[in-house]
């Protein structure tokens, strides 16, 4: 599995091998995916899209088929706001339109093309991690979850802050690479950077069924 | 307050300005600093350490003085695993050398220049946030801090890890941006981008011990 | 203000007084009020009320009036699980009626006598606590509350676990005596007797709303 | 195995069947064992012990070496507060005494019968929860445990806690009765019968051995 680095940072990568970062995770042996923030909202350039975030959720399309033939737990994140903002935090103050996504507002529901289906889990948060200020980490350990892999967008926020949180939380996460998409590439590219050299391995869809066919079917189909 | 944006990204700047990010947070009514990792590790290119992080700790000294002299609440991180390593985690499957930072290790001692004061908070941390399984956020909450200026090192790591969490648990986040620093300078640049557009102000040493003595030395000093 | 100790417990009181538990903490500087699950599920014996609860309620009502008119924050929390029940839970294994608690269901709609204020913050949670899993700490924090008055029910349940988690979150927890409710009186006593002796001071709302004229009105009503 | 129930709460016990709480969780796939405070200072009554702690301690002796043998994780936890106390926190306000447990205080220090071995998870905590500020979740969870069988003391504090949030962060708590204490009787029943009714199994050290030996014994010798 090839691992993904920005490019222009040729004496940052020596580095980072001479001191031993970047080793590889692998897979354990029960993955889930996690689609994180793929709203309408986020696929608009006028709100918070652009950049590769359609080309993101196209090749996410045929991933999550993948996952729901072969039973592999799958969990979406939304941000949602109370519709009298009473709920609004510090990243509002950074980043004000977000209150608008409240519960019904179009820009807030999930794209159709990887709508929820019955028995997935359907996190509300109101910060980048997936995991901060939910119980999604528990509904993994629950479910004896040892694998994360992230689809979803940003790269450069919420894809890195869940990546990140699902590390801490015990999890090896799994950057699928064609599945994670930013308004900006250069932040895209410097963030799967990071995640490359401390908290991930990046894969390409591809790949991760690979994976998942090898390795995780049988658990996962139990 | 000037914002740092990384170089060479003037198109992913436009696209943050059309979507206003990026917004001002400024100080609240009660700042404590955080050092983040200014451990003798770190300090070694050889070890963790390398760039730009021997001048931010340079940098941080008279920031600390001056913090100590009005009474802002100080708190330092060291990453610390057992020595039998029985507490090693997913990011020592990425970073190995990560469990030599044990309780002893000359490594995990935090600088002389920057040892801890008597009163002063010492997180022991396994994960690159200061937060993440610590109570910091509860000591900060019980001394009604509600803004957390960040030095320490790496920009692309730890100190990006603990501005987001930061954040997340209702503090605003100043990054001192000559007092963080980064083994490689392309990652720095850019974090401090992605964390001005959406976690944090960044701002001088010399601007934050400005606002500190306008805004919050009469509450500090209670 | 006086500590509520459960009856028959005569012994267990000498102990706990000779090692020196139970102190006061009193009000900080800033009080929130949490009014945990007082839903109309919990008021029905049938489902999952009975015992003091209806008291309770009718009690918090001039407590809530009295905060709103000095500007004190208000947090209420109900318990909401999905649809599909896709998030159910350990708890859910030991009462599996709780995955009656949906988003529109009767039962898990505030109490009209209790009913959410515009700006009030309402917390949707899955466990007992209304900490574990939301984002209520980090925006008590970013209030500056210190203070976390406590009314609701069961005590024996969500009330303490809310409680437990307040005074770990770094917030003073006052448990208004006479606001908090249990199907049951043994496990109500028992867990104000534990609640006193090792997390949260006891009062009345009558001392509660002396308490906040005396020393926080001026700083809520900021 | 046999739910424990507070003696004298006849009335109490009748609700919770009629609204069908305390139905039974079982063990999951993998369990470990949590020692939660066994230390010296809760053996002792003129500190913070008495009651049945020291038969709580007897009994664990021999379950601990069973989950050696077997494999079954195990994990520690103590109450540690820094040296200048510089992280004390609302708890000391409640329990002054607290702040004596400091890393060399020979209070602080496990009781000899239970000494960690190599190998085994040592949890440094500040309050009643072995979870919470700690890293205890993400161990068990990197681990795949999904049943924590809980022994140590006090049943009433840090005990009851302990299993609060190990069901809050999915896994099925499994009291093990006699291998709980509490430094008084009447707080230990009262608070076997709430974690019965709404968070925990209560079964025997015997039930727990035979338990391990039919169903985990495989998984555990991986």
Redesign the interface.
Known sequence: MANVA?G??A??ID??K??????R?GF???AALLIVDFVNGFTD????G??NIQEAIDATVGLLAFCRERGVPVAHTRVIF?D?A??A???C?????LTGLTEDAPDSQIVDALAPA?????V?K????AF????L??????M?V?TVMVAGCTT??CVR?SV??A???????VVIGDCVGD?????HE??L??MA????DIVTSAEAMAALSDDVAAEAAE
Do not use: W
């Open positions: 920005g222009g940072m004496s940052d580095i980072y001479t001191q031993n970062f970047g080793n995770l354990g042996e029960k350039p006028a709100k918070f652009g950049g109370a009298d009473a709920d935090n510090i990243m103050m950074k980043v004000p339109s019955p028995g997935e889990i359907v509300r109101r910060v980048p991690s901060f200020g939910t119980d980490a528990p509904a993994f350990a629950r004896r040892d450069s926020g802050a990140l949180d590390m801490c939380h015990g999890f090896r996460p308004r900006a590439l250069g932040p410097a963030n950077f990071d050299q401390k908290y991930a």
